[in-house]
Each structure stands twice: as C-alpha cells, then as structure tokens.
C-alpha cells in the first residue's frame, strides 16, 4: 500500500509538473510569435490587427533618408512598397538593395520597427526576404497571363 | 597533390573506423578474442589519419591553395595566418573535419585511460565510437568533402568572414565540438552497457569522469561563443535565443542532468534506464545541434532544396542513431535490475526532481527552436519564436532547481527528514530573504524578478560555504567534493550576473559630435573625435571616447576606441565594440553610422556585473575539472593495473 502511495506520488507530481511546464510554453508560444508576411500582404491588408508582426523583403534602393537618429526606408517585395521608421543603430549589414527582416508594431502608414535584422554575411538573402520577393514574382506573372 | 593526400586519409579513415565499428562489437558478443582486440590499435590508426587529413587541410589553407574550393571560399591571401589557421574551421566543411577528427581523439583518449576496464567492455565502447566516427565520415565524403578541387583556380580566396576574423572563433568552436563530441563517449558507453546488459555501478564509475570532461568542453565553449558575441558582434548582449545558441544549450541542458543522474547510478544503482536516455538524449542533441547549424537548416529551412542531399543524409544519420539506440533500450530495458529503492523524499527524490526539470527545460527550449521549422514545413506560414518566450519559460521551470540545488546535499539518501534539512538551512534562507529585498533596492529599484534572482543566487551561495566550513571540521573532504561546491557557486555567480545585467543594464543610442557627453549608468562619455585608422587588410573609423565616473575624480578617467571597419575583401563593414572591463560593472562604445557633419550614431552601454556571467561559467567548468581528477576514479586504475598485468601483456603480444 505504501510503495502504491509512493508511486503514485510521484507519477501526480510528474504529472502536475508537465502540466504547468505544458500551460506556461503554450501561453509564453502564443504571445511570443511573430507572423512573417510579405509587402504584398500587408498591402492586401493581411497583416495581424493586434500583434507585433515580421516584414521581410529588400530596402527600396532610395529610399534610405536619415533624420538625426531615426532612420525611414522603405521595405518592398518589387510590387508594392511599405514604409518604415527605426529608431536606433541599425545592423552592418542593412544596406539599400540588400535583404532584411523587421519587426513592426501593428498599425498602418508608416510602420515602427522595433527591431531590425540583417545578421548574415553579404551575400545571403534572409529566407524570408527571398520568399517576399518569390511570391511577388509569382502573383505579378499569374495578373499578367 | 597534400588536398588528396588529405582526402585518401579520409577515405582510410573511413575504412579503418568500419572495420573499428563492426569487428570488436561482434567480438565482444560472440567473444572472439581476435576481434576484440582490434579496437584499440584501429581506433588509434583512424586518429592518425583523421590528423594527417586534417593537418592536409590546414596546409592548404597555410599555403593559399586557391585550387581547393574550400579554401578559395574562406580564406584570402592577405588573412593574417592565425586567422588562416581558423578558417580551417570557418565554414561547414571545415567545421565537419573538425568535428570527426575531436570524436576521433576521443576515441584515442578512451583507448589509451581504459587499461583496466574490462576488454569487453572497452571493444563495444571504441567500436559504438568506431560506427559514429563512420557516419559521419560518410557524411563528409558524400556531401561535405573540404578537399574538392576548383579548376581553374581561384587568383584570390574570398575571404573569411569578417565577423569570424577574432582570436574568440579559433578557440570557441574547437572547444564546443570537444563538449559535443566528448557526449558520444558518455553515449557510446551507454549502448556498450545495454548490449553487454551489465548497467551496473562500475559502468556509472567509468562514464563519470568522461561525462565530466565532455560537460567542461561545452560549458567553455558556450561561454566562449556568448563572451564573444558579446564583444566582436557589438550586439551588447550575450545571449539572444537564438536557434544556434539554443542548439548548444540544449545539449548542455541534458548533459547537466546526465552528470547528476550518473552520481545517483554510482552511489545507489538507481535511475539506470533514465541515466541510459539522457546519456542517448545529450547525444542526439549534440548532433541534431551540429547539423541544423552547420546545414543551414535552422536559419532557412530551404537549404535542404539548396543540397537535397545533405539534408536527407543528417535525417537519416540522426533517425539511425536514435532509432537504433531506442530500440536497443526497449530490447534489453527492461532487464536491467532496479536500484536501490528510496522514500519519497530523499536526495534521490531531490535529484529526480531536478533532473525532469531540467529535461522539461531542454524540452520548452527544442520546441520554441524547432516550432518555426515544423510550422514551415506544414506550410501554415511563416513565424518566428522571439526570446520572450524562452525567458518566459525558462525561468520559472529553472527557479525550483536553484532551490532545491542548496538543499540537495544535505539530504540523506534514501531517506531524508525534511526538519533537519529545514534546520540547517534557515541561516541560508534568511541571508537570501535579507539580500534579495535589500541588493535591488540599492542597484536602484526592486522588481519580482530581480528579487528572486539575488535571493537565489545568495541562497547558493551561502548555503555552499555553510557546508564546506561544517565539513571541514572532518578533515580535508575529497576532490569532487570541492567539485560540487565550486560548481554550485559557479551557477550562484552566474545567477547574479544575469540578475544584474537584466535589471540594471542601461542602453543608449545617441547622436554625438566631437566634444558631446552623455551620462549613462553613473558614467560620463565624452566623444573626443573620429579619425580614420588602416588595418592589415581593413580600413578602420576609429572613435575615441573619454570615459570618468561621475562623482569621482579624474583618476578615474579611461579612453576607449571603438572602431568601424571596412574590410578589403567585402562590402560589409564590421563594428569593433569598445569595452572598459570591470569586476562590478562594463562600460561599452560602439559606433554605428557616421551621421551628418562629424556626428555620428553611438551607442553606449552600461552592464553592471556582465562578467560575473562568464566567470559563474569558469567557475562551473572549474569544479567539473575538480570532479574529474578525484582520487577516486586514479586508485581504481592503481589498485586493478596490479591485478590485471597478465591479461595486458597477453594484449601487447597480440597486438600488430
């Protein structure tokens, strides 16, 4: 009877340990991932209403204009373009006509980055930038035909 | 000509190893004594090889053999030769090479400290080795060779990148590959337990130190990638979740528990099967790591379209390896004997409970890695898992195992009486109370989670130094006492760091021109000015900032040069932090981009106690060196080399 108690002590703690560990990751997955979507989809108004989400596609050649700390460029798949602002040092490899990421705040006009990735080295193209600009292609060459 | 000297070494190397792998197991099994004694000397003539390869490659880079595409593809004539010599290891390849000729070493290691273990046991040890080493080598060969020609060749390398041209990457990956790898041994003895069906003590006693060693070389090594994207990379953090980092921790996570779970196995012949899982979980996880890294799979999921190959070859290594090991635990499981049997609270009880806490961790911290690769695959879209996640997870599955981690070694096995630990434990428990209200309220604010932080890290602390005075008055305890104790104050230190930096860093990006200050964290910056600086193959920007305490004299008065460099060889220019290091604090410059007139973009950090974050990681790898040479585990090799001397020379007249 003891060693049953035991037992069963510890398979309902175990138990109760997944449990909270299983509740916590599922709450912390939630409200910690961000979509990614292409320029093209926020345009089509695509883009989550009230979460943080992830544009990805080249920074306009351009479109770079530099207001002491704030810096505004311009974010495109090569079909429509969205305009963002970033306070802050940006990453060495953010350059006009390269590939980047940002994280922009919901809202609409001119997005808020509050963070901006381009970590790879010169010749890479963020996975998602290359998608962006891919789907584009795609949807441009199905409206021409 | 040395490329294919280096690759037919390879190819041997491959042939050696099967022969390694297949013989002295079979042997072992169906005790042919011819075949079992092949372990040791093909173990060590497939290291040589793996040597002269690896030696073969670094020549090449030495020499600028821009016909190797390899070395065409990370080096340049103008490289500095160190940074030569670390661009044998600057891409995948490379890094794969690496990889196979540490597990080769250890294997060596293990061939050459294992005089008195049991012939048997040794031959499926070396051979379990002897069957990894040979994977992998296939992987190489087949889709990964370093050695492949480029016709015609290149006039010019392109270079290492420039990120990776720091003394940290000639140190950090050789030193995480050694944690990696050295978890095959701990593995290779796991499965050598289960085929020979002896999971006994001794088999606890031989895996320790290795696993010890193995969980130093990670340990060094993730400290060693997180101080250097802390100072090379200029983010100013040193840790960011992200899925190459997490692939290193993961491992480390599990090996942590392997160590523990062994210690029980040792001193009671407990927890044996889940001892078996995690020694086989570190490894999966070393290599899983390894190879999203190092195949690109976890920065983009489409490497596998980019080489098909090379995607499906780690599938079906990785679904090999865990396969075939899982099956062999559920065929001979359940034979192993139980263990001692313990009340439900006991130090056994106690170190359980870390141990699937710190199981749960690895989990929360595989699925907010993997989660964005699944969800692709599914194509349900595209996400990514932000570092919120991970600290929100993390911290309160961790919490209990700091806590429980004072208490632990005052808990008696089998049976514990909690009043007693309780009895003990108050002088702790009120120090960590007091220190935890009163620490953040002097660093300038008290939140929930730097409270807890201190008052854990106290509570380590303290309670570590209360018992090493108590058990001093006993004589002198035994090295891997001093191990445990240095290894608990190693994660306190480490908590406090982390603590500090979370709650009381102060980060600023500001506009300034020569002759602006700005105060940050009680520290005045002056921007002096910006001149430009060459370089052996960069240009450089380089800043110069006076830094003085505010409030202190001008004693206190230090310069720091950040620079920005232009390297020749690419577009890409590289940010070079400057850091004034201290015991309780660092002060941090980066430039970021020259803005108009003589203004330019700066950042400025201030990280109260950062370095206590890697010194906790010294401290930790320090007890486990303590662990390793305990007298404990050299008598044993004493004491049975003088009983066993007929078999050894029996050997040596059979060895070719």
């Known amino acids: 009877m003891k060693r049953w108690k035991k037992r069963a002590a510890i398979i309902g703690g175990g138990l109760v340990a997944v449990g909270i560990a299983a509740a916590l990751v599922l709450n912390a997955l939630n409200s910690n991932i961000a979509l990614y979507v292409?320029?093209?989809?926020?345009?089509?108004?695509?883009?989550?209403?009230?979460?943080?989400?992830?544009?990805?596609?080249?920074?306009?050649?351009?479109?770079?204009?530099r207001d002491n700390l704030t810096v505004h460029f311009v974010i495109?798949?090569?079909v429509q373009d969205i305009p963002v602002a970033y306070t802050g040092i940006l990453p060495d490899l953010f350059k006009e006509g390269k590939g980047a990421v940002v994280q922009v705040k919901p809202g609409s006009g001119e997005y808020v980055a509050t963070e901006v990735l381009a970590k790879h080295d010169e010749n890479y193209m963020p996975p998602e930038a290359k998608d962006a600009l891919d789907k584009a292609q795609k949807s441009k060459g199905e409206n021409k035909s | 000509m040395t490329p294919e000297l280096g690759h037919l070494a390879l190819i041997l190397a491959l042939c050696v190893s099967l022969v390694q792998g297949v013989l002295p197991v079979f042997g072992a099994q169906y005790g042919r004594r011819e075949w079992i004694v092949l372990a040791r000397p093909a173990a060590q003539v497939s290291f040589l090889l793996m040597l002269g390869s690896f030696a073969a490659l670094a020549w090449s880079f030495y020499v600028n053999d821009f016909s190797v595409q390899y070395v065409a593809e990370h080096s340049n004539s103008?490289?500095?030769?160190?940074?030569?010599?670390?661009?044998?290891?600057?891409?995948?390849?490379?890094?794969?090479?690496?990889?196979?000729?540490?597990l080769s070493s250890w294997t060596v290691a293990v061939s050459y400290f294992s005089r008195t273990l049991d012939e048997t046991m040794v031959a499926r040890v070396i051979g379990v080795l002897g069957l990894v080493t040979a994977g992998l080598l296939l992987f190489i060969l087949f889709t990964s060779n370093p050695f492949n020609r480029l016709l015609p060749a290149a006039e010019n390398g392109r270079d290492l990148n420039p990120l990776l041209q720091d003394p940290g990457l000639v140190f950090h990956p050789p030193m995480l590959y050694m944690g990696y790898v050295g978890f095959a041994v701990a593995f290779a003895f796991a499965i050598a337990a289960l085929l020979s069906g002896r999971l006994d003590a001794a088999w606890a006693r031989w895996s320790r130190p290795w696993t010890t060693a193995a969980w130093i070389f990670l340990t060094l090594g993730i400290a060693l990638g997180s101080w250097w994207a802390y100072y090379e990379l200029g983010w100013g953090g040193w840790w960011f979740w992200d899925p190459v980092e997490n692939a290193s921790f993961m491992p480390w996570l599990l090996g942590t528990a392997l160590l523990?779970?062994?210690?029980v196995t040792e001193k009671r012949g407990s927890f044996k099967s889940w001892t078996v899982l995690l020694a086989i979980g570190a490894f999966s996880l070393s290599l899983l790591g390894t190879f999203l890294v190092r195949?690109?799979?976890?920065?983009?999921?489409?490497?596998?379209?980019?080489?098909?190959?090379?995607?499906i070859f780690i599938l079906i290594l990785l679904v090999l390896v865990v396969g075939s090991s899982l099956v062999l635990f559920a065929w001979r499981a359940p034979k192993v004997a139980l263990g001692g049997s313990f009340a439900l609270i006991s130090r056994e009880s106690m170190m359980l409970t870390g141990n699937v806490l710190l199981v749960v961790a690895c989990?929360?911290?595989?699925?907010?890695?993997?989660?964005?690769?699944?969800?692709?695959?599914?194509?349900?879209?595209?996400?990514?898992?932000?570092?919120?996640?991970?600290?929100?997870?993390f911290v309160p599955v961790m919490t209990p195992v700091l806590f429980l981690l004072a208490a632990v070694p005052l808990a008696r096995w089998k049976n514990t009486d909690i009043r007693e630990i309780a009895l003990r434990m108050w002088i702790p428990g009120a120090l960590a109370l007091l220190a935890g209200a009163l620490i953040p309220y002097a660093m300038g604010g008290w939140t929930v989670l730097t409270g807890l932080g201190v008052a854990l890290s106290v509570w380590i602390a303290s309670s570590g130094v209360i018992q090493v005075a108590r058990r001093l008055k006993s004589g002198m305890p035994p090295a891997s006492f001093w191990g445990m104790h240095l290894g608990h104050l190693g994660i306190a230190v480490f908590v406090f760091g982390v603590t500090m930096v979370g709650g009381y860093q102060e980060e600023q990006d500001v506009r300034m021109e020569p002759g602006d200050t700005v105060v940050v964290g009680g520290h005045q910056f002056k921007m002096l000015g910006v001149k430009d600086v060459p370089g052996p193959n960069y240009s450089a920007a380089r800043g110069a900032f006076e830094v003085t305490k505010v409030g202190a004299g001008t004693g206190s008065v230090r310069m720091l040069e950040p620079e920005k460099r232009n390297y020749f060889s690419s577009t890409m220019p590289m940010t070079e932090a400057a850091i004034d290091a201290g015991f309780t604090r660092d002060v941090y410059v980066s430039l970021g981009e020259p803005l108009e007139g003589k203004a330019w973009a700066v950042r400025v950090y201030f990280k109260p106690f950062v370095d206590w974050i890697w010194g906790g990681c010294l401290l930790m790898a320090l007890g486990g060196l303590f662990a390793v040479c305990d007298k404990r585990y050299r008598l044993r090799v004493k004491s049975a080399a003088t009983v066993a001397p007929a078999t050894a020379t029996t050997l040596n007249g059979v060895t070719p």
């Open chain 2, 78 to 102: 103008q490289l500095p030769t160190l940074y030569r010599f670390g661009a044998v290891w600057g891409g995948h390849e490379g890094s794969l090479l690496l990889w196979v000729f540490m």
């Open chain 1, 76 to 78: 495109t798949d090569m």
């Open chain 2, 295 to 311: 195949s690109g799979v976890l920065t983009s999921v489409h490497a596998f379209a980019t080489d098909p190959r090379r995607g």
């Open chain 2, 260 to 263: 523990h779970s062994l210690a």
């Open chain 1, 38 to 65: 292409t320029p093209s989809e926020v345009f089509a108004g695509k883009a989550p209403k009230n979460q943080s989400f992830r544009i990805g596609g080249l920074v306009k050649e351009g479109s770079l204009r």
């Open chain 2, 363 to 393: 989990a929360s911290v595989l699925l907010g890695t993997l989660y964005p690769l699944i969800i692709d695959a599914l194509k349900l879209g595209k996400i990514s898992v932000g570092p919120p996640y991970f600290n929100a997870v």
